[in-house]
């Protein structure tokens, strides 16, 4: 089967996005880390250098004060041995001097040195000196102290071993940043292929039921995510619809079906008015037998209205007591004709918000149904009572009863039950449980063990 879908590029796919958006991820998580390492490491050597710097001036700061100048040189040429790989810059100056000497020159030689004996010096807020060097980016960071006799001196470090660490760590980062990105979008095709398996079964499935193929489903996952939720979502979407259109086509056919008899009689009084010239009775009967059709077309748009949600209702505060008994009161005058026992119990006072016409309607549904169903000689109770929160209306009878075959499906459109002694066109039922739900109330139906059936009617006070 071709998909109706038109071909997508690939990067407007949400896989696509999903994958770069996993490697956008990774990128900016990778820079963020690279970028707190950095800080981090040139934070911690340039607090290390400078600790030694500062150990280094007070240790040669007490050699100055114990044996005077010739102890101090000493000092800095054993530190020079030790420290061969990484000197500390030493210069010393009294104010007899044009200019100090710095020790072991050669070491400093990509520094521009004469800028020490041209104060003002710069300075930091702490007071450290910085000397950049020639043509390249590292420089000398220099401690200065100074005695009361005119003797000081400047003690340094060069960054130079610290930022060749930086730049070490960057060329790291930035060879190990193309396999992260490779790695990013690997794992989001990955992902994305895996998150969006239920969307494209869906996507197919969509298409199969747009070619007719309404059988088939959602196949699902049940790991229970949202996912899954949506794929049993979508199947129950579409068992209720393949559910109303088995319904329409069988309304549709039940209504083609009914409405041909009283079509059939219809034309049939025309045409006969027509070759016996006796207009006034054929229109009576054609009268008649309009107003048939129409009642059976309004109850099925009421009951489609009714199971679409879409059913006006004109509710207001009404006597439901009053209501039932006029009810009641009309078909007790139909069952005594019939030789039915009519009795009714009607709590007192019942008041509740619903739609009195159309109630009244459907409880007439129930008491007619009763009234057909019972032989002469039966019996009809009617109970209307308070029920927790709303009122309940149980129509009972002990007639032929519902056939056991028929008890699933007697609130079905056009259906006509096995036990029915007098048929009618099986819309009744169908808008009695339409206006009840319509209230947010429930009815149910079962047989009686002693004979007859029972029906409960609950409605919901609002």
């Known amino acids: 089967m071709s998909s109706g879908f038109p071909k997508k590029r690939v990067d407007s796919t949400i896989g696509f996005r999903i994958a770069a958006g996993c490697s956008l991820l990774v990128l900016l998580s990778s820079l963020a ?8 490491l040139a934070s911690t050597l340039a607090h290390h250098d400078r600790e030694q710097v500062l150990v280094e001036l007070q240790s040669l700061r007490g050699e100055y004060l114990e044996g005077g ?12 041995r030790f420290r061969r790989n990484n000197p500390f810059f030493t210069r010393i100056a009294n104010g007899s001097e044009e200019s100090g000497r710095v020790f072991f020159p050669q070491y400093w030689r990509e520094f521009d040195l004469t800028v020490l004996d041209k104060p003002p ?3 930091t807020e702490d007071g450290w000196i910085i000397l950049p060097a020639h043509g390249d980016n590292h420089h000398l960071e220099i401690l200065e102290t100074e005695f009361p006799d005119g003797f000081r001196f400047q003690i340094g470090t060069s960054t130079e071993d610290r930022g060749r660490v930086l730049k070490r760590l ?3 980062f930035f060879i190990s940043i193309v396999p992260l990105i490779i790695l990013g979008l690997a794992g989001g095709f990955f992902l994305a292929r895996r998150s969006m398996r239920p969307v494209q ?8 039921i747009r070619e007719g193929e309404w059988d088939v489903r959602v196949s699902r996952t049940g790991n229970g995510d949202e996912l899954d939720d949506l794929g049993r979502l979508f199947n129950e979407m579409i068992e209720k619809i393949n559910a109303l259109i088995r319904g329409m086509k069988q309304a549709l056919d039940s209504v083609a079906h009914d409405l041909r008899t009283p079509m059939t009689r219809f034309r049939n009084r025309a045409e006969r008015a027509l070759q016996e010239g006796d ?6 009967e054609c009268v008649e037998q309009s107003e048939q059709i129409l009642g059976m077309l309004n ?3 009421d009951i489609s209205e009714a199971e679409s949600g879409t059913l ?6 009404v006597d439901f007591t009053a209501m039932v008994d006029n009810v009641a009161e009309m078909y007790l005058y139909v069952a005594e004709e019939k030789g039915i026992v009519f009795e009714s119990v009607i709590e007192p006072q019942l008041r509740m918000t619903l739609d009195p016409e159309r109630t009244s309607q459907a409880l007439a549904n129930l008491l007619d149904n009763a009234v057909k169903n019972t032989p002469p000689g039966g019996r009809i109770d009617l109970v209307a009572k308070s029920a927790g929160e709303g009122i309940q209306v149980r129509v009972a009878d002990n007639g032929i009863g519902i056939h056991p075959a028929d008890l699933d499906h007697i609130w079905d459109r056009l259906f006509r039950g096995r036990n029915q002694s007098e048929k009618g066109i099986g819309l009744g039922l169908s808008l009695v449980r339409a206006v009840v739900a319509a209230h947010g109330g429930t009815i149910t139906a079962c047989n009686r063990p002693e004979g007859g059936a029972l029906f409960e009617m609950s409605l919901p006070r609002r």
């Open 299 to 301: 109850m099925l748009m």
């Open 170 to 172: 960057r060329e790291t």
């Open 33 to 40: 880390l690279m970028a707190i390492a950095y800080w981090f």
């Open 121 to 123: 010096l710069p300075r």
């Open 312 to 317: 006006h209702l004109n509710l207001r505060e």
């Open 69 to 80: 100048i010739d102890a101090f040189i000493k000092a800095v040429q054993d530190n020079d």
């Open 201 to 208: 079964d869906l996507i197919r499935t969509a298409e199969s």
């Open 279 to 284: 207009p006034q009775l054929a229109l009576q």
